[in-house]
């Protein structure tokens, strides 16, 4: 077989696969590659580059067989299509999802060379074919609020599914080229391939990236079932968090993320970073208090971590096992966004960071927006 041949098989053979898979070394996985290609009748002398630039075709695969072992891992909405990497499995728990894909492709070196391509319009075309995905739970927060913390305790249990921050959902999201009615199709695809991906006999739980409060409409739209967590803070401890290291919501440099919140922020302030961050995060604040309903619950930084296997559990309504609680509490020790170091609570450090008239700026505009919040909180 030619290498579009071998190509097609690797993404709609498990046995295949598996086998490419195991080559930890390149010279295992040429000469597993050269036993599928007639390289002599090709003239193909490095069967690894003929497969490299298969990449740059889009595939109409077998979509049952492809989900098997293959999940979306970028959207690139210029050209309409999604790559696919090999699927993460469960042991390869990491804060986010991408951080599990990336996991995955190192772990061999195929991963990193196939990098298959489809037209999202195929896969809406072909998306009868899959039982749509009711996720249990949809998180949402301000960011360096404590949503990374509930998604990890979340995630400890077996029986929870949890996609953090998933790279491919956003950049879907924020394509303003799609039409609404495709880009819902799109999505309802997406969500319930990675769900497959993640374990689709488990409680699907989503964790959004911040800037996706403002597509809360058509998440309720497409999911009026599922429940959502709104995680809130203090304003003045999100903006002191991007003081230290700005998230890329809050860096004047890439706009792109907030293009659907954009009128919404003051362009007069993103000459001064802090005064653009307020308005960023006055944007989500603001996204946030419109789409309280009753299928939302409102949980604060200062409630965590004890109300994830109460108030938050409950709200989801999925559990945990004697065992995953132990697990709870060893996790819940570990800093969110790396297990290697031990939480250590700094939230007064946070807040003595700014000068008193920067303060002062910041309460007077922000606090009435987190006030509302805490009184979504308090009565819910």
């Known amino acids: 077989m030619d290498s579009r041949e071998v190509y097609s098989r690797l993404l709609e053979s498990e046995e295949a ?9 390149f010279d295992d996985l040429l000469s597993t590659l050269k036993g599928y290609t007639r390289v002599e009748e090709q003239g193909e002398s490095d069967p690894v580059s003929a497969l490299m630039a298969c990449n740059n075709e889009e595939f109409e695969p077998n979509l049952p067989l492809l989900l098997r072992q293959w999940t979306p891992v970028r959207y690139e909405a210029a050209r309409k299509r999604v790559i696919w990497g090999v699927a993460p499995i469960a042991q390869d728990w990491a804060p986010f999802w991408d951080e599990r894909i990336a996991t995955q492709r190192a772990r061999s070196i195929i991963g990193g060379i196939i990098k298959p391509a489809t037209r999202i319009e195929y896969l809406i075309r072909h998306s009868h074919l899959f039982h749509e995905v009711r996720p249990a739970g949809f998180i949402f927060h301000l960011s360096r609020c404590g949503s990374t913390l509930v998604s990890n305790l ?30 819902a ?27 996706d409060i403002g597509f809360w409409p058509l998440l309720r739209q497409l999911y009026p079932d599922s429940p959502s967590v709104f995680v809130i803070r203090r304003p003045e401890e999100i903006l002191a968090s991007h003081q230290r290291l700005a998230g890329r919501h809050m860096a004047t440099t ?3 993320v907030l293009s659907h919140l954009v009128s ?12 653009y961050q307020m308005e960023v995060l006055a944007a989500l604040m603001n996204s946030m ?3 309280l309903d009753s299928t939302v619950l409102v949980v604060d930084y200062t409630e965590l971590p004890g109300a994830v296997e ?19 509490k060893s996790r819940a020790g570990q800093y969110s966004k790396d297990p290697s170091r031990s939480f250590q609570g700094d939230s007064e450090d946070k807040r003595r960071i700014f000068s008193a008239q920067d303060a002062n700026m ?17 009565t819910r």
């Open 17 to 25: 696969l598996a086998q490419c898979m195991a080559c930890h070394q």
């Open 154 to 183: 979340l995630a400890v249990s077996p029986a929870h599914c949890v996609i953090s921050e998933s790279s491919v959902l956003t950049e879907l999201l924020l394509d303003k080229d799609m039409a609404k009615n495709q880009k």
């Open 185 to 211: 199709e799109a999505l309802r695809f997406l969500l319930a391939a990675q769900g497959l991906a993640g374990g689709c006999d488990q409680d699907l739980i989503v964790k959004w990236n911040a800037w």
């Open 254 to 256: 890439d706009l792109s």
């Open 264 to 275: 919404k922020v003051d362009d007069a302030a993103s000459d001064v970073l802090l005064s």
């Open 289 to 291: 208090a419109q789409s």
């Open 310 to 328: 109460n108030r938050i559990a409950d709200h989801f309504g999925v559990s945990f096992s004697a065992d995953d609680r132990q697990h709870l």
């Open 362 to 378: 910041i309460s007077q505009r922000l606090d009435g927006l987190y006030a509302r919040l805490l009184q979504a909180r308090r």
